[in-house]
């Protein structure tokens, strides 16, 4: 079955860095886009960030480029996000998720907090 594992939350001050994993089983991760999406506290799912199968397209919501960076490793089935340089409006829960096809996330890990707080 389909499973996405998210990793790598934590709590960090800001200007830090953290790098979120998300290990994915269960279907053929190099033919799949992929997701960040995040929630922050008490508001609704907020896209970050995706990328295709073969790394060769990547976007980002306004407010994370030039500070996060999401890379896959289609050998090990992971998707990262690395985020540097990091605010406390970053602080949120963040979700890997798999694009079936068209934008339709249809399946989506437990999530990792991560909160930038000094």
């Known amino acids: 079955q389909v499973q996405l594992v998210e990793s790598g939350g934590g709590l960090v001050q800001p200007g830090g860095s953290l790098r979120l994993s998300c290990a994915a089983s269960?279907?053929?991760?190099?033919?799949?886009?992929m997701y960040w999406v995040r929630q922050a506290p008490g508001k609704g799912l907020e896209w970050v960030s995706h990328?295709?199968?073969?790394?060769?397209?990547?976007y980002y919501r306004d407010s994370v480029k030039g500070r996060f960076a999401i890379l896959r490793d289609n050998a090990k089935n992971t998707l990262y996000l690395q985020m540097n340089r990091l605010l406390p409006e970053d602080t949120a829960v963040y979700y890997c998720?798999?694009?079936?096809?068209?934008?339709?996330?249809?399946?989506w890990g437990q999530g990792t907090q991560v909160t930038v707080s000094s």
């Open positions: 998720a798999r694009d079936r096809r068209d934008y339709d996330l249809d399946y």
């Open positions: 269960g279907f053929t991760f190099s033919t799949y886009w």
């Open positions: 990328i295709n199968g073969g790394s060769t397209n990547t």
